[in-house]
Nanobody, 123 residues
Framework: QVQLVESGGGLVQAGGSLRLSCAASGRTFSTSFMGWFRQAPGKEREFVSAISWSGGNTDYADSVKGRFTISRDNAKNTVYLQMNSLKPEDTAVYYC????????????????WGQGTQVTVSS
């Protein structure tokens, strides 16, 4: 129902910025709840941010509040994660996910996932 393709990861110095993109396909994209998660080596996958289908409601993990911004452009079937003031602890593989039922911080409630994109922040 929803297919996700991510891009925008890379290597950046601490304090720098990156913008991740997640291009979605499928007839249900405009009615989906979108989320970003990340997973660092040796750690569980953790919630980063989520956005409602309309874009009117957003949610952020405490660790990224004030630094990251989630947005979506339904005309382009794309969700974004603007990451500013990056820290070394932000280093992880970042995943885009879609949930057709509700917004959630729990990975298990998301039905579709992108392949992940590596973000590395150097000191």
């Amino acid at each position: 129902q929803v297919q996700l393709v991510e891009s925008g990861g890379g290597l950046v110095q601490a304090g720098g910025s990156l913008r991740l993109s997640c291009a979605a396909s499928g007839r249900t994209f405009s009615t989906s709840f979108m989320g970003w998660f990340r997973q660092a080596p040796g750690k569980e996958r953790e919630f980063v941010s989520a956005i409602s289908w309309s874009g009117g409601n957003t949610d952020y993990a405490d660790s990224v509040k004030g630094r990251f911004t989630i947005s979506r452009d339904n005309a382009k079937n794309t969700v974004y994660l603007q990451m500013n003031s990056l820290k070394p602890e932000d280093t992880a593989v970042y995943y885009c996910a879609a949930n057709l039922r509700r917004s959630s911080r729990y990975p298990g409630f998301y039905d579709y996932w992108g392949q992940g994109t590596q973000v590395t922040v150097s000191s």
